[in-house]
């Protein structure tokens, strides 16, 4: 049987490839009632992220510039949506 492997959308920034490469990792998620970018915190889908970003870097990028980025955006995101209330 044959597998198809789903081909990423075009993205038109750099920022906007890495958190797509970080949401298919699953090394982020979105806050459902905000949409703020969070950290999940796992290390796994932060490899499997950079993992992708080495070996599928967008066309005219090189893997270093991509992991770049990526280490640049899961710097800028928190692990809390600054909207949502804090629990307590």
Do not use: N, Y
């Not at 797509?20 to 992220?49: K, N, S």
């Not at 080495?54 to 995101?77: H, K, T």
């Amino acid at each position: 049987m044959l597998m198809f492997k789903e081909k990423r959308p075009a993205i038109r920034t750099l920022r906007g490839w890495a958190i797509a490469v970080l949401q298919e990792a699953g090394a982020i998620r979105e806050c459902e009632e905000h949409g703020w970018m969070l950290d999940r915190a796992d290390p796994h889908a932060r490899e499997r992220a950079f993992d992708i970003a080495r070996q599928d870097p967008p066309a005219g990028i090189s893997s270093a510039d991509g992991i770049a980025e990526l280490r640049d955006v899961l710097e800028s995101i928190g692990d809390t949506c600054p909207e949502c209330p804090a629990e307590q």
